[in-house]
């Protein structure tokens, strides 16, 4: 096969694949709570060997926040 074959052949199942997900039926599913699953809180104390690990282990912080950029392993 040469390159401009496969790229036919690609093309092809591209074309084949996109067609039957045109056919694919999909419903938006939502949920509506009155009151949420998760209770509010003070929140609890965790385990202060496992804090000083992750503050050791993290590439950038300020005091005891870890510095992390949303998405950035998106490019």
Not at 11 to 40: G, H, P, Q, T, Y
């Amino acid at each position: 096969m040469d390159i401009d074959e496969i790229k036919r052949e690609a093309k092809r199942i591209m074309d084949n694949f996109a067609s039957a997900l045109e056919k694919v039926k999909v419903e938006e599913a939502r949920v509506e709570r009155d009151e949420d699953r998760r209770k509010e809180g003070e929140g609890s104390d965790c385990d202060s060997d496992f804090r000083e690990i992750m503050l050791e282990n993290a590439p950038e912080k300020d005091g005891e926040c870890i510095k992390a950029e949303k998405g950035g392993w998106l490019g």
